[in-house]
């Protein structure tokens, strides 16, 4: 691996899909050894694995003053007689479940400052009882809008009661026009009050938008946060962001970062949590030549988890890498380590060929962008660790004919026990399960229903110590329902004739936490 804009580090040095996946059958059956079909009667159930019990604990008002999570010690030294009842847990409702999809993707078209909306995004959905919510925005007109000046959909959000199961959703479409090209694909997200993006150029040719939702009752204060090549970026425009209850409002990511080859967004908000997109497009001389759709990643942690990665041959590299424009074209690993200089080591898992291990030296607040060059062909995932906390994202890329797409991975979450992934139907879809322990595990897996409430297919991949599986999902689509027996981190990655593009599996949310309450 090479470094561009840093030192160059110090490099030490199961793809197991079906029938119709040449490519990854080329790389044998490594990773998903034992793999094997369930009944019905074994597989994961919504009911079981996505509902938590939730209740709301009432005292009567003869229990006179209630004191939350204050020691007993507190509470017995009141005055008046000490009470001989036992402390009550009780359980705070939880909010209603959400997810916010990006709607059209949304690029510039020649020489105008304001974005235009490429298609009508297909929606595949996973719950029982979520209901659609159209979020207010501003008007943006088609690619082609005509006389009447058409206007792109908006985006919308998907609501649910917390009891009711999973929730999950995939935006996807195929974008194909003289102002942008590829595959557009993105997990739809739960809002968070913090997140990261990790991907996106402003460099000559590289153009990108952020839309930022709000999909709560009340009102969001955004401030975006910007880091580049030469550390952090003065952007006031990112300050203070106002985005009223369901509202969603755009900003061009060249307007907070201009020129810059290697940005990463930081977001925070106050009020309510909200979403953001990174809508990435990419010009090459005067053809559209790649589009992305790429959400936020959790707050810096010592350990990142990237699947889903893909590798695409050298020799289809070096058919295209040779032309203006194309020397990006192949993997690179971006990072920061946004207060304190770190030490990462980074590991590519490849199923059959091994690990490629690599020591990088991060100055705070500095992108470093990391080639990752020679590394074969086939599926992969990045593996991180680093002694301060750091964000990281990978951009990877498809050679088609005449056409390039790429894709940008984020940091996964790491999800101990249940979880599910939604998967748009026409792209060969492919599944990438990182264990994270350091003992084998189980992987079970079912392919739901809608609703979630029919099991149409099930079975269960063995999931070696630190390493990565792989399955190929086809090209069907539709909603699946998995639980671990280790830390897992789980991607999907899509591709199509040249096409290419990433979903992120996701894990039920956390319930409430627990509350004592005493009553004097």
Not at 76 to 82: E, Q, R, T, V, Y
Not at 322 to 346: F, N
Not at 484 to 494: H, K, N, Q, R, T
Request: aromatic residues 4%; contains cysteine.
């Amino acid at each position: 691996m090479t470094e561009p804009n840093s030192t160059n580090p110090d490099t030490t040095n199961p793809d197991t899909p079906n029938q119709a996946s040449d490519a990854a059958a080329r790389q044998g059956q490594h990773g998903l050894t034992g793999s094997r079909g369930l009944g019905n009667s074994q597989a994961p159930s919504v009911a079981r694995i996505g509902s938590a019990a939730l209740g709301l604990i009432l005292l009567a008002g003869s229990l006179g003053a209630v004191s939350q999570n204050i020691p007993q010690s507190v509470v017995s030294a009141l005055p008046g007689p000490a009470t001989t009842l036992q402390p009550i847990a009780a359980t705070a409702e939880a909010p209603n479940q959400q997810v916010i999809c990006p709607g059209p993707f949304l690029t510039f078209v020649a020489q105008e400052t304001t974005p235009r909306g490429f298609s009508d995004p297909e929606l595949t959905r996973l719950g029982s009882q979520s209901t659609e919510v159209t979020l207010e925005s501003e008007d943006f007109l088609q690619e082609f809008a005509g006389t009447d000046g058409d206007l792109a959909p908006a985006p919308v959000f998907l609501e649910q009661p917390a009891e009711a199961g999973f929730l999950g959703a995939a935006s996807s479409a195929r974008i194909d026009s003289i102002f942008a090209w590829g595959l557009a694909a993105q997990t739809c997200q739960t809002p968070v009050s913090e997140g990261w993006l990790v991907a996106g150029s402003t460099s000559t040719g590289r153009q990108g938008v952020i839309s930022l939702s709000n999909p709560g009752s009340v009102p969001a204060t955004v401030d975006l946060g910007v880091y580049g090549q030469s550390g952090p970026v003065t952007a006031p425009a990112g300050r203070g962001i106002l985005l009223q209850p369901g509202e969603r409002r755009v900003f061009s990511l060249s307007g907070l970062a201009p020129a810059e080859e290697s940005p990463v967004i930081s977001m925070r908000s106050a009020g309510t949590p909200v979403s953001v997109t990174l809508h990435t497009a990419l010009i090459r001389g005067l053809d559209p030549d790649g589009a992305d759709l790429v959400g936020l990643q959790g707050a810096p942690s010592t350990l990142r988890v990237l699947p889903g990665m893909w590798l695409e041959s050298e020799n289809a590299l070096a058919r295209v890498s040779g032309q203006d424009g194309y020397s990006d074209i192949g993997p690179v690993l971006r990072l920061l380590a946004p207060e304190v200089d770190a030490q990462a080591v980074v590991r590519v898992i490849r199923p059959i060929a091994g690990d490629v291990v690599s020591e990088v030296s991060l100055e705070a607040g500095r992108v470093f962008d990391i080639a990752l060059d020679t590394l074969g062909e086939g599926h992969a995932a990045v593996v991180i660790e680093s002694d301060q906390p750091i964000v990281a994202g990978v951009k990877h890329s498809s050679v088609g004919d005449p056409r390039t797409d790429l894709a940008w991975l984020p940091s996964a979450p790491l999800i101990n026990g249940p979880g599910s992934v939604v998967v748009p139907g026409g792209p060969d879809a492919t599944l990438h399960v990182v264990n994270n322990a350091d003992q084998p595990g189980t992987l079970k897996f079912a392919r739901v229903s809608e609703d979630g409430e029919q099991v149409l297919a099930a079975g269960e991949i063995d999931l070696p110590a630190q390493g990565l599986s792989v399955r190929s999902l086809g090209g069907g689509g539709g909603a699946y329902i998995f639980e671990s027996d280790v830390e897992v981190a789980i991607g999907v990655v899509l591709r199509e004739d040249g096409e290419l593009a990433n979903l992120v599996a996701t894990p039920p949310p956390a319930a409430s936490p627990e509350i004592l309450v005493y009553a004097r």
